[in-house]
C-alpha cells in the first residue's frame, strides 16, 4: 500500500533540533521504531539493509524492510558500493518512506572490505555519483537523499567530501563524530561543528547521546540541526521524552509492540536486556539473562517491577492468579455449593436417589468414574506443584538475595504468599472432591435403605392388619361357643350356626340346579350328535351304491 510521503526538510527548517534513533543492525526494526515514537523520537532510521541482496531476494525484501502506517517519517538506510545499485533500491521503498540514507560510516571490517561503510568517506566521487543517482532517478521532488559518515584525521578530506555530495544534491548529512579506527574514545564535537559551519544543508551530530541534557549539550556544542542516538535508546527508548533511566511504563509498552508484532524472542529479550541494564543488580540481571522464554520473561516482568496498572496499588499484582489457578478455585467454590444443596435439610435422600436416575444422569454415569480419577490426578499434580514452589521459596528473605532490589524483599514473599495460597487451593480442592464423591454415595445408600424399609413397614402392617382381624374372628367365636352362659347364649349360637347351614344349602341346590341344567343340556347335544351320526351313515351308503351303479354301467 502506498503512503504519503512528508516533506523532511520542513522539519528541519521549524528551527528545532530534531531527535533521531538511529540505524541499528537487528535493532531498529518496526516494533522498536514504534517504542521510541512514542517518546517523542521525530525521525526512525531503519537497520543498514545490504543494497545489492535486498535487491536481488524477494525473501530479504520481506524480512529486512518492514513499516505499516503509523512509522512516519521513516529514512531507509542502505549499504551500496554502486550508484545504480543504489538508485534501484531507493525506488523500491520509496512509496514506503520518506528518504534513503547512504552508509558511510560503517567500521566494521566486513562491510569495508566488501566496499561497504566506512570505505566510502576515502571515495567521494562514488558517493557524489550515488546522491546524484538517487536524486535523478526517485520521481518524487520530496524524498529524501542524505549520507551518515564519520570523519577523517585530516578534517579537510571530510569537508571536501561533505562540499561535494551537497553540490550533488544531498538532503542533510549525519556525522558521527570519530574516525573509522576509534570506538569508545570521546566524540569529537569541534570536528562536527567545523563541518557544520562548512555546509548550507543541515546536519546531525551522532555520538554519545545518552540523556536529552547530551541533546541539548551537542547542540550548543556544534550547532547542528539534529541530534542522533544509538546506544542511548537501546537503554533507554524514552531518553527523548526526558527519563534518565527507562520507565516502565516504556517496558511494558516494549512488551505490548514486541508481541503484537510477533518479534522473535531473541530481539525481544535483547532490547530488554539494554533496557533494565541502569534499574537492576547484577545478580538479577544474571536471572533474567538466563530466562528462554517471552511467557517467562512477562512473568519476571510482573512479579519482579509490576506493571503500570500496579505501579501504586501493588496488592492487585500480589494476589493475582493465573489462569490455571482460577479454574482451581471455581471448581473448589462450585464442589463447596454441591455440598450445601445435597445437604438442605429439606430435600430427602430419597428425592436426590430419583433424581440421580434421571435419563441425563444415567449418560454421565458412563464417564463418572473417568473424571473423578483424572480431577484426583489433576488435583494431585497441582498440589506437588505448589508444594515445590513454598518449599523454594521458604529460605528466602534473611541472606544477601533479600538486598538484590529495593522491591525484592516484598516480591520474594508475594511469590511464597501465593505459593501458600495455591497449596491450599489445591489441597482443600482435593479434600472436598473426595468428600463430594463420598457424600453422593452415602446419600444412595440412605435412600436404598429408607425404600427397603419402608416396604418392610408396609408388609408389616397388612400381616398385622389380617392377625388382628383373625384374633378377633376367633375371639368372636370363643366367646360364642366356648364361653356363652345360658340356653340364651346357646341358641344364639346354634341359630348363628343354622344360618350358616342354612346359607350353605342354598348355595349347594343352586350348584346341583346348575349341574341339572348342564346335564340335559348335554343330552341334548348327545341326541343331536347321534342324529348327525345316522344322517351321516345314511349319505355314505347312498354314495356307495351310487359308485357300484357307475361301475356296472362301465362294465
Same mark, same amino acid.
Given at each position: 500500500?502506498?503512503?504519503?510521503?512528508?516533506?523532511?526538510?520542513?522539519?528541519?527548517?521549524?528551527?528545532?533540533v530534531?531527535?533521531?534513533?538511529?540505524?541499528?543492525?537487528?535493532?531498529?526494526?518496526?516494533?522498536?521504531r514504534?517504542?521510541?515514537?512514542?517518546?517523542?523520537?521525530?525521525?526512525?532510521?531503519t537497520?543498514?539493509?545490504?543494497?545489492?541482496?535486498?535487491?536481488?531476494?524477494?525473501?530479504?525484501?520481506?524480512?529486512?524492510?518492514?513499516?505499516?502506517?503509523?512509522?512516519?517519517?521513516?529514512?531507509?538506510?542502505?549499504?551500496?558500493?554502486?550508484?545504480?545499485?543504489?538508485?534501484?533500491?531507493?525506488?523500491?521503498?520509496?512509496?514506503?518512506? $520518506? =528518504? #534513503?540514507?547512504?552508509?558511510? &560510516?560503517?567500521?566494521?571490517?566486513w /562491510? @569495508?572490505?566488501?566496499g !561497504?561503510?566506512?570505505?566510502?568517506?576515502?571515495k567521494?566521487?562514488?558517493?557524489?555519483?550515488?546522491?546524484?543517482?538517487?536524486?535523478?532517478?526517485?520521481?518524487?521532488?520530496?524524498y529524501?537523499?542524505?549520507?551518515?559518515?564519520?570523519i577523517?584525521?585530516?578534517?579537510?578530506?571530510?569537508?571536501?567530501?561533505?562540499?561535494k555530495?551537497?553540490?550533488?544534491?544531498?538532503s542533510?548529512?549525519?556525522?558521527?563524530?570519530?574516525?573509522?579506527?576509534?570506538?569508545?574514545?570521546?566524540?569529537h564535537?569541534?570536528?562536527i561543528?567545523?563541518?557544520?559551519?562548512?555546509?548550507?544543508?543541515p546536519?546531525?551530530?551522532?555520538?554519545?547521546?545518552?540523556?536529552?541534557?547530551?541533546?541539548e549539550?551537542?547542540?550548543?556544542?556544534?550547532?547542528? $540541526? =539534529? #541530534?542522533?542516538?544509538?546506544? &542511548?535508546?537501546?537503554?533507554?527508548? /524514552? @531518553?527523548?521524552?526526558? !527519563?534518565?533511566?527507562?520507565?516502565?511504563?516504556?517496558?511494558?509498552?516494549?512488551?505490548?509492540?514486541?508481541?503484537?508484532?510477533?518479534?522473535?524472542?531473541t530481539?525481544?529479550?535483547?532490547?530488554l536486556?539494554?533496557?533494565?541494564?541502569r534499574?537492576?543488580?547484577?545478580?538479577?540481571?544474571?536471572?533474567?539473562?538466563?530466562?528462554?522464554?517471552?511467557?517467562?520473561?512477562i512473568?519476571?516482568?510482573?512479579?519482579?517491577?509490576?506493571?503500570?496498572?500496579?505501579?501504586?496499588?501493588?496488592?492487585?499484582?500480589?494476589?493475582?492468579?493465573?489462569?490455571?489457578?482460577?479454574?482451581?478455585?471455581?471448581?473448589?467454590?462450585?464442589?463447596?455449593?454441591v455440598?450445601l444443596?445435597?445437604?438442605?435439610?429439606?430435600?430427602?435422600?430419597?428425592?436426590?436417589?430419583?433424581?440421580?436416575?434421571?435419563?441425563?444422569?444415567?449418560?454421565? /454415569?458412563?464417564?463418572?468414574?473417568?473424571?473423578?480419577?483424572?480431577?484426583?490426578?489433576?488435583?494431585i499434580?497441582?498440589?506437588?506443584?505448589?508444594?515445590?514452589?513454598?518449599r523454594?521459596?521458604?529460605?528466602?528473605?534473611?541472606?544477601?538475595?533479600?538486598?538484590?532490589h529495593?522491591?525484592?524483599?516484598?516480591h520474594?514473599?508475594?511469590?511464597?504468599?501465593?505459593?501458600?495460597?495455591?497449596?491450599?487451593?489445591?489441597?482443600?480442592?482435593?479434600?472436598?472432591?473426595?468428600?463430594?464423591?463420598?457424600?453422593?454415595?452415602?446419600?444412595?445408600?440412605?435412600?436404598?435403605?429408607?425404600?427397603?424399609t419402608?416396604?418392610?413397614?408396609?408388609?408389616?402392617?397388612?400381616?398385622?392388619?389380617?392377625?388382628?382381624?383373625?384374633?378377633?374372628?376367633?375371639e368372636?367365636?370363643?366367646?360364642?361357643?366356648?364361653?356363652?352362659?345360658?340356653?340364651?347364649?346357646?341358641?344364639e349360637?346354634?341359630?348363628?350356626?343354622?344360618?350358616?347351614?342354612?346359607?350353605?344349602?342354598?348355595?349347594?341346590?343352586?350348584s346341583?340346579?346348575?349341574?341339572?341344567?348342564s346335564?340335559?343340556?348335554?343330552?341334548?347335544?348327545?341326541?343331536?350328535?347321534?342324529?348327525?351320526?345316522?344322517?351321516?351313515?345314511?349319505?355314505?351308503k347312498?354314495?356307495?351304491?351310487?359308485?357300484?351303479?357307475?361301475?356296472?354301467?362301465?362294465?
Amino acid at each position: 500500500m502506498k503512503m504519503t510521503t512528508t516533506n523532511m526538510m520542513d522539519m528541519f527548517e521549524e528551527g528545532k533540533v530534531l531527535k533521531i534513533c538511529a540505524p541499528m543492525v537487528r535493532y531498529s526494526k518496526l516494533a522498536f521504531r514504534s517504542l521510541v515514537r512514542k517518546f517523542d523520537c521525530d525521525i526512525c532510521f531503519t537497520p543498514m539493509i545490504v543494497a545489492p541482496d535486498f535487491m536481488r531476494s524477494v525473501k530479504a525484501r520481506d524480512s529486512e524492510f518492514t513499516t505499516n502506517e503509523a512509522d512516519r517519517p521513516l529514512i531507509v538506510q542502505f549499504a551500496a558500493s554502486d550508484a545504480q545499485t543504489l538508485a534501484d533500491a531507493a525506488c523500491v521503498v520509496a512509496p514506503f518512506s $520518506d =528518504g #534513503v540514507d547512504l552508509n558511510c &560510516g560503517c567500521p566494521q571490517r566486513w /562491510a @569495508m572490505s566488501d566496499g !561497504y561503510g566506512a570505505c566510502l568517506i576515502n571515495k567521494p566521487e562514488l558517493v557524489k555519483d550515488m546522491v546524484r543517482h538517487v536524486r535523478n532517478q526517485v520521481d518524487n521532488p520530496n524524498y529524501t537523499a542524505s549520507i551518515k559518515i564519520r570523519i577523517h584525521k585530516d578534517l579537510r578530506r571530510t569537508v571536501d567530501l561533505c562540499q561535494k555530495a551537497e553540490a550533488a544534491g544531498v538532503s542533510w548529512i549525519t556525522v558521527h563524530g570519530r574516525t573509522a579506527e576509534e570506538r569508545h574514545q570521546p566524540v569529537h564535537f569541534d570536528a562536527i561543528k567545523t563541518i557544520k559551519d562548512s555546509l548550507s544543508v543541515p546536519v546531525v551530530a551522532n555520538g554519545d547521546i545518552k540523556t536529552l541534557r547530551d541533546v541539548e549539550t551537542t547542540h550548543q556544542l556544534t550547532g547542528v $540541526d =539534529g #541530534v542522533m542516538a544509538a546506544r &542511548g535508546l537501546l537503554s533507554n527508548p /524514552a @531518553m527523548f521524552a526526558g !527519563y534518565n533511566e527507562t520507565p516502565l511504563e516504556c517496558v511494558w509498552d516494549w512488551v505490548d509492540l514486541a508481541t503484537n508484532q510477533g518479534t522473535p524472542f531473541t530481539c525481544f529479550h535483547q532490547h530488554l536486556i539494554y533496557m533494565l541494564e541502569r534499574v537492576s543488580s547484577q545478580p538479577e540481571r544474571k536471572v533474567f539473562n538466563s530466562l528462554q522464554s517471552t511467557a517467562a520473561v512477562i512473568d519476571y516482568l510482573h512479579n519482579t517491577y509490576g506493571s503500570p496498572d500496579t505501579q501504586t496499588v501493588g496488592l492487585t499484582v500480589f494476589l493475582e492468579m493465573t489462569l490455571q489457578w482460577t479454574a482451581v478455585a471455581l471448581f473448589l467454590y462450585v464442589e463447596i455449593g454441591v455440598l450445601l444443596i445435597l445437604c438442605l435439610p429439606f430435600i430427602s435422600a430419597t428425592r436426590w436417589q430419583c433424581i440421580f436416575q434421571l435419563r441425563i444422569w444415567n449418560k454421565m /454415569a458412563r464417564f463418572w468414574n473417568k473424571f473423578f480419577l483424572a480431577m484426583i490426578i489433576i488435583l494431585i499434580v497441582l498440589f506437588l506443584d505448589a508444594l515445590r514452589e513454598v518449599r523454594k521459596y521458604s529460605g528466602v528473605g534473611n541472606g544477601k538475595e533479600a538486598n538484590l532490589h529495593p522491591n525484592m524483599f516484598d516480591h520474594l514473599h508475594m511469590k511464597l504468599f501465593r505459593a501458600q495460597r495455591n497449596l491450599y487451593i489445591s489441597g482443600f480442592t482435593l479434600f472436598l472432591w473426595l468428600v463430594l464423591r463420598r457424600v453422593i454415595t452415602l446419600i444412595n445408600q440412605l435412600a436404598t435403605e429408607s425404600g427397603t424399609t419402608a416396604s418392610l413397614q408396609i408388609k408389616a402392617e397388612c400381616a398385622n392388619q389380617t392377625a388382628k382381624k383373625y384374633m378377633e374372628d376367633n375371639e368372636l367365636l370363643k366367646q360364642t361357643l366356648m364361653y356363652g352362659k345360658g340356653d340364651k347364649a346357646t341358641a344364639e349360637g346354634n341359630e348363628l350356626l343354622r344360618s350358616e347351614v342354612e346359607k350353605l344349602r342354598g348355595e349347594l341346590k343352586g350348584s346341583e340346579e346348575s349341574l341339572e341344567k348342564s346335564q340335559s343340556e348335554m343330552e341334548a347335544m348327545k341326541k343331536q350328535s347321534d342324529g348327525l351320526t345316522k344322517e351321516y351313515d345314511r349319505l355314505l351308503k347312498e354314495h356307495q351304491d351310487l359308485q357300484e351303479s357307475g361301475d356296472k354301467k362301465d362294465d
